[in-house]
């Protein structure tokens, strides 16, 4: 007995000697001046294998030794832990060389600045859920596009320990093990031998679900990086939406009464033949407006909700579309009453004015209170005219446009196309919101009738799925995958997506609006209510229902934003319907583009005087801006940008609120004088 004991104390003793002690190399690279392509890569030599490794960043999984997308200036690090449990933590950094590396490091402090006070979120805790599911962890190595299970390490319904090696699966040459996350009963999906991950004919990945951890009492939710999950409600979507709710009631739900008058005033059947002041009709006022929000925020915005919510988030941004009519209603009625014509026929008004004068009359606090928040709006809205208005969307039409197949090589040519945009661009805004009015009333019918009617022939070939396609949405809701971070989750990401795409209560639309012809304000901000319902309620819809009938919503094949949009259409339609998409893409683009051209050059003339010297500055800002866009990559710029037209929100609302009274007052005469007669239907 004693000579066991030493035999195994000398090969214990052995093994530990002969163990190489765990090295850890950490090379960070950037190989190129564009932004945000920095690569880090992970060396171990030594140690006891398998090793996991924890990335500073949340989107970079455990089975990686290779990180790619980080940021130059950013400090990148990363924890190698074996198998025997020794760890070292490595850091690097790779300085900013190029203007554009250094411009992005630059607006990082404002970018985190903003985002603690919109995103600041209020209620936040740990999110914790149910259960857990495994899919198949793939490396970031494109050459590894199969992977298998060879072997489960324990059996189905056994007790597992948080982050103890429950599997074995293989790559083809390399053998990894599979790591439970949490501690539960494991409940096994794919069995020994079969293949978990792989890329399909489209060349784009599927991965199915290995196995379920069924937990005693709810867990934290963990990223990818084995963080755990906060969640609460960005303070900026709150909000929105309190505003929306706020605005229906005060309104007297005028977002459902509403829709029926609006259309015919759209049609034209309250307009007076004598004429009234303004710029544009009523429908000219709704198409330049729908133009700027009607767009990519529905094409990537909706894919953006199902791929991190899953299907029921569209039933929350249906709900926030509805109620979101309220606030259009609101800021547009006040847009109207508060602008001033001068002599020319040039029409001034939006926030800034009604901010402006409309507080005034409340008094010398309001007054001045009124000053700081126009100031505040103007200067907002002239920021985030040139990156989300502008910068954003010439980047996005470019991108899209160099994807399509014959085309891959033309990405290096973004400058050129950022010249014949402008040169468009600019064609169109020297001649103002009457220019830009007639432009838009051909460009936004037209490509909302192509993508509505491309959805339609998806939703048609499905007719039979309807039904399930709306009651997945709305299960989907109310019961969502632990995974999407349960109701609460799924519900602010429906509200978050619909809030950042019809940009109901950001007060944007209201200086399209404000040109309207019509002596009647409330009558316009009628008309506007119409805008979230087409957006969010009709498009938006359109676009999940094809996500969710072609597949995508239950496997998006690692696709994200407008590309998983363009691969559930061409699925159904095959690959010309990328053209169209393209078409559609660029069309949202240039029609957002020029419409977002007058909200920032009125914010602009607000700051710098009501001249035509004053607007031709701006228009050629406006214009060099196009083609930064479509040349260089924007990262931390456009985010700032992103969170200025978000930050609208702030004075507007506030404004809104201060004034909600003599719009109800307005809205209550004003059916009152159509009962009488006092207001004449002309056709």
Known sequence: ??????????????????????????????????????????????????????????????????????????????????????????????????????????????VAFMQSILFYEVFADTVKVPNNVLKAPFALDETKKDYFVKEWLVEDGAKVKHQQ????????????????????????????????????????????????????????FYHKNLTTKTQGFPLIVLWLVLGAVFFTVRMKFINFRGPKHAIELVQGKYDDPDGHHGEVSHFQALVTALSATVGLGNIAGVAIAISMGGPGATFWMILAGLLGMASKFVECTLGVKYRHQKEDGEVFGG????????????????????????????????????????????????????????????????????IVMAILVGVVIVGGIKSIAKVTDKIVPTMVGIYVISALVIIGFNYDNLGFGFRTIFNGAFSPDAIYGGFIGVLILGFQRAAFSNEAGVGSSAIAHSAAITDEPISEGIVALLEPFIDTVVVCTMTALVIIFTGYSADP???????????????????????????????????????????????????????KSAGLVYKFIFLVFVVIGSSVGLGAVIDFSDLMILGMAFPNILGLILMSGEVSADLKDYFERIKSGAIKKFK
């Open 1 to 110: 007995m004693k000579k066991l004991l030493t035999l195994l104390f000398l090969t214990t003793t052995f093994l530990t000697f002969s163990q190489e002690t765990l090295q850890v190399d950490l090379k960070v690279q950037d190989f190129e001046d564009k932004i945000d392509d920095v690569t880090a890569e992970v060396t171990v030599k030594g140690g006891v294998e398998p090793y996991r490794y924890i990335w500073s960043q949340k989107g970079v999984n455990i089975y990686t030794s290779k990180a790619t997308g980080l940021s130059e200036g950013d400090t990148i690090a990363v924890t190698v832990i074996d198998a025997a449990n020794n760890s070292i933590t490595k850091k690097g950094i790779v300085d900013a060389e190029s203007i554009p590396e250094h411009f992005n490091n630059a607006m990082k402090p404002a």
């Open 165 to 220: 090696a429950i599997a074995i699966l293989k790559d083809g040459e390399k053998e990894f093990p599979l790591f439970a996350v949490g501690t539960g009963v494991l409940e096994i999906k794919a069995k020994a031998g079969e293949q978990v991950h792989f890329v399909n004919k489209r060349g784009n990945r599927s991965d199915k679900v290995l196995a379920i951890i069924d937990y005693p009492n709810r867990q934290p």
């Open 557 to 611: 094949e690692g696709l994200e934003g407008a590309a998983l949009t363009s691969a559930a259409f061409s699925s159904s339609l095959g690959d010309w319907s990328l053209y169209v998409l393209t078409f559609a893409v660029v069309l949202f683009a240039f029609s957002t583009m020029i419409s977002w051209s007058y909200y920032g050059l009125k914010a602009w003339t607000y700051l710098f005087g009501e001249t």
């Open 351 to 418: 926030p800034m004015y009604y901010l402006s004068k409309g507080l005034a009359k409340k008094g010398p606090f309001f007054a001045q209170l009124g000053k700081v928040l126009a100031l505040l709006f103007a200067i907002l809205c002239v920021g985030g005219s040139l990156g989300g208005g502008n910068m954003f969307q010439a980047n996005q039409a470019f991108n899209q446009l160099s994807q399509l197949p014959g085309l891959e090589g033309f990405s290096s040519y973004g400058f050129y196309f950022g």
